[in-house]
Structure formats: structure tokens, C-alpha cells
Nanobody, 118 residues
Framework: QVRLLESGGGLAQPGGSLRLSCVAA????????MGWYRQIPGKERELVAT????????RYGDSVKDRFTISRDNANMAVYLQMNALRPEDTAVYYC???????????WGPGTQVTVSS
């Protein structure tokens, strides 16, 4: 069984920063893609950022470009999201997401709440 374990959510002020971490645990060799999505109640889950394992290519949601940075530690099957210049509209539940290299199975973490408010 594969689990994704997120940490680092919480409360930040507008203009502040937070860093999210996600570590995979379980019986899996590696992930082709690892990244983050977010969801606001009543809205669809949206891409925040994702990174490919071998190429290092990244994709960002339009609303977070130039403010958020994704990084990976492939050896430890971890992915991180540095969030700077936070805005109230970044408030959401953030989910870690991963795609297994061999099977293309998708995995999701339970989510971590990020709240941006003064």
C-alpha cells in the first residue's frame, strides 16, 4: 500500500510564506510525476504545480506562477512546495499527488489546509 503524507500547512498572513512537504511511504519504486493540487469548497480541484522525475520539467497553475516553487527529492520520494507572496485566494486544501512510473497508478494525500488571512 502506498501513502502520501503531507505536512506544513497552516495559517499565513497575506504576503507571507509557507512550505509544504509530502513524503511517500509504502511499496513503490518511484514516481514519474509528483506535485500539488488544491481545492476550495464548491470548486473543482486545480493544478498548483507538478514536476517530472527524470526531465525535471515543471508545470504551474497560472495563478501561482512566479510565486510558488516546486522541488523534489527523488531518492526519498518527497516533493515540496515553497509558497511565497501568499494571497487570501490561495486559501484551500492542498493535496499531494503522485503517478507511479511503472503502473501509472495515481495516488493522493489526505490534504493539508492552507489559510491566508490577516
Amino acid at each position: 500500500q502506498v501513502r502520501l503524507l503531507e505536512s506544513g500547512g497552516g495559517l499565513a498572513q497575506p504576503g507571507g510564506s509557507l512550505r509544504l512537504s509530502c513524503v511517500a511511504a509504502g511499496n513503490i519504486a518511484n514516481f514519474r510525476d509528483m506535485g500539488w493540487y488544491r481545492q476550495i469548497p464548491g470548486k473543482e480541484r486545480e493544478l498548483v504545480a507538478t514536476m517530472e522525475q527524470y526531465s525535471g520539467n515543471t508545470r504551474y497553475g497560472d495563478s501561482v506562477k512566479d510565486r510558488f516553487t516546486i522541488s523534489r527529492d527523488n531518492a526519498n520520494m518527497a516533493v515540496y512546495l515553497q509558497m511565497n507572496a501568499l494571497r487570501p485566494e490561495d486559501t484551500a486544501v492542498y493535496y499531494c499527488h503522485a503517478v507511479a512510473t511503472l503502473t501509472l497508478a495515481e495516488y493522493w494525500g489526505p490534504g493539508t489546509q492552507v489559510t491566508v488571512s490577516s
